[in-house]
């Protein structure tokens, strides 16, 4: 995977629950963990911003991009 996730990092420094972060920005522990996992393939801007603000990070806090031999779309 090029895009790796760090939420469960944020989560430990906050010292804050995937449960609690569920309930703070309206989303289920089922989809949370999936974000935490990095098994999604895509996040609304509206999400990450309700997770940045109840985290107090910065999207780059969250994401980071990593080379690999993930094939771009269209290539």
């Known amino acids: 995977m090029a895009i790796v ?10 010292k804050m629950r995937s449960r609690e972060l569920a309930e703070r920005i309206g989303l289920t522990e089922a989809n949370v963990s999936l974000l935490k996992s990095g098994k999604v393939r895509g996040v609304r801007f509206e999400t990450l911003s309700r997770i940045c603000e109840v985290l107090e990070c910065q999207p780059g806090d969250l994401l980071q991009w990593v080379p690999g031999d993930e094939p771009v779309d269209g290539a």
Do not use: H
Request: hydrophobic residues 60%; aromatic residues 0%.
């Open 5 to 14: 996730v760090s939420l469960d990092v944020m989560l430990a420094r906050r």
